[in-house]
């Protein structure tokens, strides 16, 4: 047979990814990447033609028409598919034309743009497509520079076919059954649904629908706690996670006797040794749980775990059997809920960014209303996957935050019962109200469980608890607290300023009421900057086309806090006039001036100046030299009208000798080091890059100025982010959804003009590609890079960033919340600053908060900190 190297049979899964490939689990799987920094498609294409050498699953075609059973068909050689998006990516990909997978690359500019790989669902599941990307980046590497990957020898799929094929599918069956006698599927809380519902069962998600993500993760004291009970028991991490998810199901209303679904990795023991295996070996299985109404928790978890050994090396049974099974139509999903972990491989990060690659996405089927995943890494994270058409973001969030907590305190029940601290306790009660927050032990809290709740977290180093002696018989507490204080330094006091950059179709009438009223309102409440943008010609900023006159209006109005450009656009100005308009604010505001500047990006801005649009880079630091001059009261030579060159200073003279200048580095490392090179400070954003390269790239700014002879801390380094603060996490995330996702479509519709404008040929026009990009990036912005929560939640955010060598927080709270309501959240916002700048305070809130949370119906109690 021609090009043919292997033949063998099919898993029931593969049968019925192949006969059924409209389902929602047969739906195409992508892992996408962007590049910043160019893409060298050579090596590309070399990588993936070694990958798909590399793994027989790769050269796989599935053929069933006129054959008694179908087979999969392993070719000798393919070629794989490097495309550009000029086809609809998620266009079918037919079984019988192996690779069952393609690279598609999107370009936004000749460096920067995304990679796109799509796989079939029958070659792979996303354990294997994990480990393909790993390997696809080390080839790529090897490529580009002409080294070796360090790839061990793979394994072949026939491997697991063969271990598969002596498998007892009777025996497996049979267990399956007997598990599910009797039993119902459990759904989901109706009160965390979007509206409530006549059928109680929701439709899968659709054909190109988005999926929402919520993630929780569990704090590093609290992460160490529970890895470690995991290990001195011998526990799966697996194992607590499922007992977590069934006693808040069962603290929510579903019953004591508890079904959902779960995720078995497939690829048994037998074969996890001797090089990579990959295939699709993931298999969806019912998990069914009784939670005690009595007893102890240990033995309840080490009887569930002797379950899992039992039962996940050889079931592999196909997702039609499970339905008639249970009796669930076509049309619905399977479980309501699927709970499953998986490893997090702690060096793709690095090895990504090491390429140029960023902010890798793995876009799968999403095969119940919601998936709870839980991730092994240096603090557990919990991952809710879920449809938002059908699950409201503020429940699901509020649940994230609640299985974490019930993860943490079923492994410290179990270890005080096991070390007879406390006595068994009843497992749980069911809340009266919604949602709990905890287990709850049906008894008043005094001074002795309060002090245990409070020794469990990571601020506390040592901590008493006494009756209230200036209130006797009230019940009152008094917690003397000795804080943990932080690895190293104290932590830094952070400046917070406010950024201002809203759209002009913002829905008022009076435009500048919130600029305004919100810098007197920062001016009083001891802000560190206004920032105002310039933007032209385009809504998206379009309130802010000139800094300087606006910055002149806020003058008068405020008397301590500075005034800056961010940014003025330098190459598209005479720097004569720069020099001027700002040395007349200065005077105004006695003094408050700073400028950042840049070179700008958009084409059409250049209407102002064309001719300086091909060298703009260069005209930046030219002007601004001539500016900062200016400022000294230099003479700068020019020509005048009659031809003479002349040399001219300008007036009037600033009231501040040398202009404090910010110089704006969107991302580009080059830009950092010059900022550095030069004794700038620098002025940064999280709308394009994460938290850890801000840091990579603050450490090079730093180490610019040393070697240029600048002091390195002396610099300041502000970082713009999205900031909306808040009372309630759900309502903030509820009135900041629905304005940010329409912002960030705004900023790629004026890439898409970018493009254009730069006549590169890419097919971005779908209006539905810009929807589900902006539904993907508002996910992934508000977690990973704004400030949006309550004053309590941004503080790790905030925390994050003074740790990674941020001075300033440039708070961008005009992009699109309703005024009032971007209004009232400044005074949180205040308060976070507060909080992020005075330690005692900090501490009280956030214990006081934590004991809310675990101790519902608590006594008062007053914190006494040294």
């Not at 690279?103 to 480990?131: F, K, N």
């Not at 998986?342 to 990504?352: N, R, S």
């Not at 004569?576 to 059409?604: C, H």
């Not at 994050?800 to 400044?826: N, Q, S, T, W």
């Amino acid at each position: 047979m021609k090009n043919v190297q292997d033949v063998y049979r099919l898993s029931p899964v593969q049968r019925e990814l192949l006969s059924r490939p409209s389902a929602p689990e047969a739906r195409l799987a992508h892992l996408h990447w962007s590049f910043r920094q160019g893409l060298d498609e050579t090596a590309l294409q070399s990588a993936l033609r070694q990958l798909l050498a590399r793994h027989t699953t790769l050269r796989t075609a599935f053929f069933a028409q006129g054959m008694n059973e179908p087979v999969q068909v392993v070719r000798e050689k393919v070629e794989p598919r490097l495309e550009e998006e000029t086809e609809d990516r998620r266009r079918p990909l037919n079984p019988a034309n192996a690779p069952l997978f393609r690279t598609t690359v999107l370009r936004t500019s000749p460096e920067t743009g995304a990679v796109v790989l799509t796989y079939h669902p029958l070659i792979l599941d996303e354990g294997s497509a994990r480990v393909c990307l790993r390997e696809l980046f080390l080839l790529y590497r090897a490529a580009r520079e002409g080294s070796e990957p360090g790839l061990g020898k793979s394994r072949p799929q026939r491997d697991f076919m063969a271990w598969f094929e002596q498998q007892d599918a009777h025996e497996a069956e049979q267990r399956v059954r007997e598990l599910l006698r009797g039993a119902r599927r459990s759904g989901l809380p109706e009160a965390w649904y979007v509206a409530r519902r006549e059928d109680p069962h929701p439709d899968p998600l659709p054909e190109g629908e988005g999926v929402s993500l919520q993630r929780f993760f569990l704090s590093p004291a609290a992460t160490a706690h529970v890895q470690a009970f995991l290990r001195q028991h011998m526990l799966d991490l697996s194992t607590l996670l499922q007992a977590a998810w069934a006693v808040l199901l069962h603290q929510h209303g579903q019953g004591d006797d508890l079904l959902f679904g779960t995720f078995t990795s497939g690829l048994p023991p037998a074969l996890s040794g001797g090089g990579p295996l990959v295939g699709r070996f993931a298999t969806l299985m019912p998990c069914r749980l009784q939670v005690p109404s009595r007893g102890t928790l240990l033995r309840w978890l080490r009887g569930l775990q002797a379950e899992h050994s039992e039962t996940r090396a050889s079931d592999y049974l196909a997702p039609s059997q499970l339905r008639s099974w249970l009796d669930v139509p076509e049309d619905r999903p399977l479980f309501e809920s699927i709970v499953t972990t998986e490893t997090e491989d702690e060096a793709l990060g690095p090895l990504a960014r090491s390429l140029g690659f960023h902010s890798i996405i793995h876009d799968a089927a999403l095969p119940a209303p919601l998936v709870v995943r839980a991730a092994q890494g240096p603090r557990l994270e919990l991952r809710f996957h879920y449809d938002p058409e059908q699950l409201a973001s503020a429940a699901v969030a509020h649940a994230a935050g609640h299985l974490g907590t019930l993860m943490e305190e079923l492994a410290l029940r179990a270890e005080q019962e096991l070390s007879a601290l406390s006595p068994p306790v009843k497992l749980v009660e069911v809340p009266a109200g919604p949602v709990a927050s905890s287990i709850t032990v049906g008894k008043s809290f005094g001074a002795t469980e309060v002090e245990a709740v409070l020794a469990q977290h990571p601020a506390v180093a040592r901590v008493s608890v006494v009756p209230d002696a200036k209130a006797p018989g009230s019940g009152a507490l008094v917690a003397r607290v000795e804080p943990a204080r932080p690895a190293g330094a104290a932590r830094k006091k952070p400046g917070f300023g406010l950024f201002f950059f809203a759209n002009e179709g913002a829905g008022t009438s009076d435009k500048y009421r919130l600029y305004l009223d919100g810098a007197k309102f920062a001016d009083r409440n001891g802000f560190t900057a206004i920032w105002t943008p310039e933007r032209h010609f385009d809504e998206h900023g379009g309130l802010y086309p000139n800094p300087s006159v606006l910055s002149a209006a806020l003058s008068t109005i405020t008397e301590r806090i500075a005034l800056r450009s961010g940014s003025v656009v330098l190459p598209l100005h005479n720097p004569f006039r720069v020099a001027e308009e700002w040395s007349v604010i200065d005077n105004l505001s006695k003094g408050r001036v700073g400028l950042s500047v840049t070179s700008g990006w958009m084409p059409s801005d250049f209407a102002l100046a064309p001719d300086n649009f091909e060298d703009k880079r260069e005209v930046l630091f030219r002007s601004l030299e001539q500016v900062r001059e200016l400022w000294r009261g230099g003479a700068v030579a020019t020509r005048d009208g009659a031809g003479n060159e002349v040399q001219l200073r300008t007036f009037p003279r600033p009231v501040q000798p040398e202009l404090p200048v910010w110089l704006t580095c969107p991302g580009n490392p080059e830009l950092f080091e010059k900022a550095g090179e030069l004794g700038f400070h620098v002025l940064t954003s999280l709308a394009s890059q994460p938290v850890e390269e801000v840091r990579e790239k603050i450490a090079l700014y730093r180490a610019a100025r040393a070697r240029a002879g600048h002091d390195p801390a002396a610099g300041t380094v502000s970082v713009m982010l999205h900031t909306f603060v808040g009372r309630d996490s759900g309502e903030v995330l509820d009135r900041v959804r629905g304005p940010l996702t329409h912002y960030l479509r705004t900023h790629l519709r004026l890439q898409q003009m970018r493009v254009r404008s730069l006549d590169i040929q890419v097919d971005i026009d779908d209006p539905k590609w810009l929807d589900s990009l902006a539904t993907f990036a508002f996910e992934q912005h508000y977690r990973m890079s704004a400030l949006i929560g309550t004053p309590t939640s941004c503080l790790p955010m905030v925390d994050r960033l003074m740790e990674a060598g941020a001075d300033e927080l440039a708070c961008f709270i005009d992009f699109g919340v309703a005024e009032v309501h971007a209004f009232e959240g400044l005074t949180y916002l205040a308060e976070l600053k507060e909080l992020a700048g005075d330690e005692a305070l900090r501490t009280r809130r956030v214990l006081a908060e934590y004991l809310d949370e675990r101790l519902p119906g608590k006594p008062r109690v007053t914190f006494e900190l040294p």
